[in-house]
């Protein structure tokens, strides 16, 4: 799925996607470096830090989305309370 997601926000298809995979790699903590990047997908090094960027947003945005998705659901079975339920316990 994240790899469908970060092909969808490069536009490229599946053009360079050991390239887009190594950029998931260092996302996650991996030490690549930026020659290898730019050898897979083909281009300077200005483009691989606004791919970088651009990877790194997407991939946030999936972080966020997961974690408000995991929110919703731990609330609903109450196991954690909400913020706001939280903080109107604390104005009483």
Do not use: P, W
């Not at 969808?8 to 996302?27: D, F």
């Not at 691989?48 to 659901?73: K, N, S």
Request: charged share 25%; net charge positive; glycine share 8%.
């Amino acid at each position: 799925m994240m790899m469908n997601r970060i092909f969808q926000a490069l536009g490229t298809g599946i053009h360079g996607r050991l390239g887009a995979y190594k950029l998931l790699l260092c996302y996650f903590g991996a030490n690549i470096g930026y020659r290898a990047i730019r050898y897979d997908l083909k281009c300077r090094d200005a483009v691989v830090i606004e791919i970088r960027g651009t990877v790194y947003r997407t991939l946030d945005g999936i972080h966020d989305c997961a974690i408000a998705e995991m929110t919703d659901e731990m609330e609903k079975h109450t196991l954690i309370r909400s913020a706001e339920t939280q903080y109107a316990s604390r104005s009483t």
